[in-house]
């Protein structure tokens, strides 16, 4: 998968929440959250569909995700760990465990540590 920037990413926000929505929609869903004309939305949309990340169909333009949420999250985790952490999931962790967690959120993550093993 191609990486997402930002811009892409905030639009892919929107639909994800309304989808299936019109490009219309989008469009004035990201001026009111963003500022962002309908031109800027446009390009947007039309970047995220020739990299294979949205569907546009005929009549109304209406959008949908090809992609949903939880891809591009795995997507994005594992360019992170590989970019900032030599690809080493033990490091990342590490790194993120030292910030102080509360409870609630060490119960939770070791809950998903004892499902996995």
């Given at each position: 998968?191609?990486?997402?920037?930002?811009?892409?990413?905030?639009?892919?926000?929107?639909?994800?929440?309304?989808?299936?929505?019109?490009?219309?929609?989008i469009s004035l869903l990201a001026a009111e959250q963003f500022?962002?004309?309908?031109?800027?939305?446009?390009?947007?949309?039309?970047?995220?569909?020739?990299?294979?990340?949205?569907?546009?169909?005929?009549?109304?333009?209406?959008?949908?995700?090809?992609?949903?949420?939880n891809d591009i999250q795995k997507a994005e985790t594992a360019?992170?760990?590989?970019?900032?952490?030599?690809?080493?999931?033990?490091?990342?962790?590490?790194?993120?465990?030292?910030?102080?967690?509360?409870?609630?959120?060490?119960?939770?993550?070791?809950?998903?540590?004892?499902?996995?093993?």
């Open positions: 998968m191609e990486r997402l920037f930002d811009a892409e990413l905030r639009l892919m926000e929107i639909i994800w929440k309304w989808e299936p929505v019109s490009a219309k929609e500022g962002w004309n309908k031109n800027t939305t446009y390009t947007v949309v039309n970047r995220l569909v020739k990299k294979g990340v949205l569907c546009r169909e005929e009549p109304g333009f209406i959008c949908s995700s090809i992609l949903k949420k360019t992170l760990i590989e970019k900032l952490f030599g690809g080493s999931k033990k490091a990342f962790f590490a790194a993120f465990a030292e910030d102080s967690l509360s409870p609630e959120e060490v119960e939770t993550l070791k809950g998903l540590i004892e499902k996995k093993g």
